[in-house]
Nanobody, 130 residues
Framework: QVQLVESGGRLVQTGGSLRLSCAASGRTFSSTFSSYIMGWFRQAPGKEREFVAAISRGGGTISYADSVKGRFTISRDNAKNTLYLQMNSMKPDDTAVYYC???????????????????WGQGTQVTVSS
């Protein structure tokens, strides 16, 4: 009954910007979205899924992968059950399928570990051309 749907992925050129959205729905998220740590992960062809960014339940604490720090911004709107990822100064290495995920992990610091996330979206393709 829990569903996460990413959107916004497309082709952009190096140095461009893109905003991804993740809409949460279902019985669980209809009233308890704010109870979950939310994160973004990505997976490039031939590579394993890697952490991108995560945000605490209230949105006040954020973690970023070193590769995206200073370029990407994660945010959430609990009233809309929506997670966002603003990507600026994009590079070809950012090309990947991007996934949003929700975690029930109990911590004041948003987890960066994929195994701590319980629900995953289907992914949205982001391609950065050189």
């Amino acid at each position: 009954q829990v569903q996460l749907v990413e959107s916004g992925g497309r082709l952009v050129q190096t140095g461009g910007s893109l905003r991804l959205s993740c809409a949460a729905s279902g019985r669980t998220f209809s009233s308890t979205f704010s109870s979950y740590i939310m994160g973004w992960f990505r997976q490039a062809p031939g590579k394993e899924r890697e952490f991108v960014a995560a945000i605490s339940r209230g949105g006040g604490t954020i973690s970023y992968a070193d590769s995206v720090k200073g370029r990407f911004t994660i945010s959430r709107d609990n009233a809309k059950n929506t997670l966002y990822l603003q990507m600026n100064s994009m590079k070809p290495d950012d090309t990947a399928v991007y996934y949003c995920a929700a975690s029930r992990y109990i911590s004041t610091v948003p987890t960066t570990t994929p195994n701590d996330y319980n629900y995953w979206g289907q992914g949205t393709q982001v391609t950065v051309s050189s």
